[in-house]
Antibody, heavy 118, light 106 residues
């Protein structure tokens, strides 16, 4: 079975950093594009970043561009999201998402909570 | 940026009824649109990809249609487990964007 297990969330002060991890299993990790999608408390879904599997090209939403970095370690079947210069508005549940070849999220992790507060 | 506008914001129906959810794009996106269902406390689930294709394991009562700028998700006969929030999402261009969601409630 496909599984995506996120970790690394927590409480951080504004301006701080966190690194989220997503360990993938049950499929060939290197064959799929991957994404991070977040959901602020009581709000809708917001795409924030994707990684193309063929060349590790990264794509970002404007609110996180220049502050967040998406990378993967194929040897560890792990996707990362390095988050720097965190802001209060980055507070959200962050989902790791496996994408199909057509770039739709067909498997989602349960999410990891990031809280940015002083 | 492609803006997706979903309507209605809330849809109140009963089991057995037909549900029609709309997603309108601010620009042409061909058929490159998907639909997701999110039940309370759960991660989203892919229902429809590329406007009209059901994802693996999705019941036949879910039907997607549309192209260009106007899209519809129809649930032919509501089951109790169908209640939740539905989102559309486009893959036509970067940044990827979601609609704001339609809450389907009893």
């Amino acid at each position: 079975d496909v599984q995506l297990l996120e970790s690394g969330g927590g409480l951080v002060q504004p301006g701080g950093s966190l690194r989220l991890s997503c360990v993938a299993s049950g499929f060939t990790f290197s064959d799929h594009p991957m994404s991070w999608v977040r959901q602020a408390p009581g709000k809708g879904l917001e795409w924030i970043s994707s990684l193309r599997e063929t060349d590790d090209a990264a794509f970002y939403a404007d609110p996180v561009k220049g502050r967040f970095t998406i990378v993967r370690d194929i040897s560890k079947n792990t996707l990362f999201l390095q988050m720097n210069s965190l802001r209060v508005e980055d507070t959200a549940l962050y989902f790791c998402v496996r994408l199909t070849k057509l770039w739709f999220g067909d498997f989602w992790g349960q999410g990891v909570l990031v809280t940015v507060s002083s | 940026e492609v803006v997706l506008t979903q309507s209605p914001a809330t849809l109140s129906l009963s089991p057995g009824e037909r549900a029609t959810l709309s997603c309108r794009s601010s620009q042409f996106i061909s058929t490159l649109l998907g639909w997701f269902q999110q039940r309370p406390g759960q991660a989203p689930r892919l229902l429809i990809y590329d406007a009209s294709n059901r994802a693996t394991g999705v019941p036949a009562r879910f039907t997607g249609s549309g192209s260009g700028t106007d899209f519809v998700l129809t649930i032919s006969s509501l089951e109790p487990e169908d209640f939740g929030v539905y989102y559309c999402q486009q893959r036509y261009s970067w940044p990827r964007t979601f609609g704001q969601g339609t809450k389907l409630e009893i």
